[in-house]
């Protein structure tokens, strides 16, 4: 081939490549018409609604695995689900970093998918395998031998694997498939939009059919089964992600983004005794179009913790001995600067989302707890009362589109903002449903403990004939409370975070979720060691009918409503980021 041909075909290929810099899975850049677009995107959403139909098949019944297989106690097991989900949102923040700075976004789902599986198998081996199974109780339940230590530990090592690849690919996966589409390209920026939708939806199927298929078979043909079915899930999850792999578009790895934050408050720490000058325009910045910072725009200064604005104080030290070079560890730019002050902003935002985590988190718990001692059967049919998550998920399948179409239009007219609500409104009315529903729940243990007083059933630990479809309101309200925090939080942090660390504030979303089962899990083991001195069996004992569970949930609308009164204070408090405007570089999406 000449040189003439071999140019012009390289110069095709440009003019064929993605105008946003993607690679293909050989690094060569990435050809639109052979790579992307909804094909990808598609397998995609049907790798995490497969994934998410395996993890929610394990998830949504744990808690009575726990005590009717393993023979834990009731707060034993919910603290240990606890534990385990705020594992599996943990990891997140390990994949996202992994994907963004060094393995890239497909090979860092790959690895973690692959580690999904393998604690998929290894679970369904510990439910099916004798030597590895729990010892069965005797026939009238009389007796229940203890599980081995050796059984234990194999059992929460095959649910902490499973916690750290479902977590781990999950960042990736998300950001993967918003790369299938162009950013340059309008139409297919459009697209990109919509695959964030469907990128939910896919989760909130996946969610519902393991609330009501593999939960029914758990309760009524076996575990193994169940979690076998989970294991073909995550088969599933890992063949539909490799089939796209030749066609994936995929971006460049970054930068450490916590070496920024840690330049700054080092610059910060060594210039304390330098006076900062009252006008900020004497602060250091670059003079070309775009900051210093790589896929990030320019950041107007703001007046808070002006500690930090030493930092862009220069002083003839920043300087490189022998060199014109300003040391990056004693000089940093405004907008450096400024993506610090940003997180530090958010952080009290993102901190009173940990406690609607840790009400959220009861759902599948102490609701799933409270619903096994009530009434299952509807005309002949025993419903498991895990399953009853499902109406979360249908309030979230209904709670959605009428927001969009509802209360936004309703929200324009009466706050004359294009979004409806503000992104912390939003927030701030999730907070107030979650409440409504810690109260409604309180209210219905409350009838349900009268009912079993009133059948004599406070010995017995038997279910009382109060339905369990009284649990319906509860559930509905915690979807509701979900579509307006969780996806108004998912919005703030993005709009509100500088553009080369959107992906660390978007990983405080999981990681709040995570740390609010933390404090689920602390909480219960606070309130029972409070709460079971001497001859007292405490709010939460294994047989509910003898205990308090409507106090707990008193307690947490307490908690919530003190909650709802910082988030308030923060909301009122928060400035929002400003992006100099008038700095029109073209912006590199991190």
Known sequence: MSFQEDNQKGKQLNREATGDGTLDLFGRPAVKCKTGGWFTSSLILGTQGFAAVGYFGV??????????????????AANNVSNWIGTSYVTSLIGGFLGDAYLGRFWTAAVFLVIYLLGMVLLTLTATVKAFKPPACTRNQSFCPKTSPEKTTLLYVA??????????????????????????????????????????????????????????VEDNIGWGVGFGLSTAAAVAAVVAFFIGAPRYRQQRTGGNPFTRVAQVFNAALHKHHVKVPSDSSLLYEVDFKGSAIQGSRKILHSDEFRYLDKAATEIDSDTVAGTSEKNPWRLCTITQVEEVKCILRILPIWASSILFSTLYTQMSTLFVEQGATMNTHVAGFKIPPASLSTFTMISVLLSAPTYEYVVVPLGRKITGNKRGLTSLQRMGVGLIVVT????????VEIFRLKSARAHGLIDAAKPVPMSVFWQIPQYFLVGASEVFTYIGQLDFFYEESPDAIRSLSVALSPTSFALGNYVSSLLVTCVMELTSKGARLGWIPNNLNRGHLDYY????????????????????????????????????EP
């Open 59 to 76: 998830c949504t019944n744990l808690i009575l695995y726990l005590t009717r297989v393993l023979h834990e106690g009731n707060a034993v």
């Open 159 to 216: 649910l902490y694997i499973i916690a750290l690849g479902y977590g781990g690919h999950q960042p990736c996966l998300t950001s993967l498939g918003a790369d299938q589409f162009d950013k340059e390209d309008p139409k297919e920026q459009t697209e990109a939009t919509r695959f964030f939708s469907w990128y939910y939806m896919s989760i909130t199927f996946g969610a519902i059919t393991a609330g009501v298929l593999f939960v029914y």
């Open 436 to 443: 409504v529903a810690m109260i409604f729940a309180a209210l």
């Open 553 to 588: 949930f008193w307690l947490l609308s307490a908690i919530s409503i003190l909650n709802l009164a910082f988030y308030l204070a923060c909301a009122i408090w928060y400035k929002f980021i400003q992006i100099d405007r008038h700095d029109d570089a073209a912006r590199e």
